[in-house]
């Protein structure tokens, strides 16, 4: 059964989304989370997070290392 690993994280959703659709469009699957709700009571900031399936990862890093937004 395949799970779900960070691929990256961003500040802001529209970061997150701009690189979901780079991986995506290189074939790659991935989601956003955390873009609603990124902050814990506390206030402290936690970031939004692209995930993408835990077999896709090692592709997914790869392609994020040359990613430029």
């Known amino acids: 059964m395949s799970g779900l690993v960070e691929a990256a994280r961003f500040n802001w959703a529209y970061q997150a989304e701009l690189a979901r ?16 709700s990124s902050l814990y009571s506390d206030g ?14 090692q592709a997914a890093g790869d392609l994020m290392k040359d990613y430029d937004a």
């Open 44 to 57: 402290a900031f936690t970031g939004v997070r692209l995930m993408v399936l835990d077999e896709d990862a």
């Open 21 to 36: 659709t780079f991986l995506e469009s290189r074939g790659v699957e991935a989601i956003v989370f955390d873009a609603a």
